[in-house]
Nanobody, 116 residues
Framework: QVQLVESGGGLVQPGGSLRLSCVAS????????IGWYRQAPGKEREGILC????????YYTDSVKGRFTIFRDNAANTVYLQMNTLKPEDTAVYYC?????????WGQGTQVTVSS
């Protein structure tokens, strides 16, 4: 069964950092493009960035450039989202997603709240 499970969310103060994890099962991550998305309250889900199967990063949201990075640990079948200098507007549920053929597999999401 193809599955993604996110973890690592929580409450952090503005300016702080968090690292989110996305663990894959049922398939090998390094064969596929993996993206991180987020959905803030009352807003539509938006793409943040994506790592191709050749580990090229594409940013979809300018506001995270220079603060968020994506990287993989292929041995652990895990993709990470490192988030630095967090801002209140980064508060959202964060999701990872894998594009496998014509299908997209989503994780269940992890809540990130940036507040003092």
């Amino acid at each position: 069964q193809v599955q993604l499970v996110e973890s690592g969310g929580g409450l952090v103060q503005p300016g702080g950092s968090l690292r989110l994890s996305c663990v894959a099962s049922g398939f090998t991550l390094d064969h596929y493009a993996i993206g991180w998305y987020r959905q803030a309250p009352g807003k539509e889900r938006e793409g943040i960035l994506c790592s191709s199967n050749t580990e090229t990063t594409t940013y979809y949201t300018d506001s995270v450039k220079g603060r968020f990075t994506i990287f993989r640990d292929n041995a652990a079948n895990t993709v990470y989202l490192q988030m630095n200098t967090l801002k209140p507007e980064d508060t959202a549920v964060y999701y990872c997603a894998a594009t496998i053929g014509v299908s997209v597999t989503w994780g269940q999401g992890t809540q990130v709240t940036v507040s003092s």
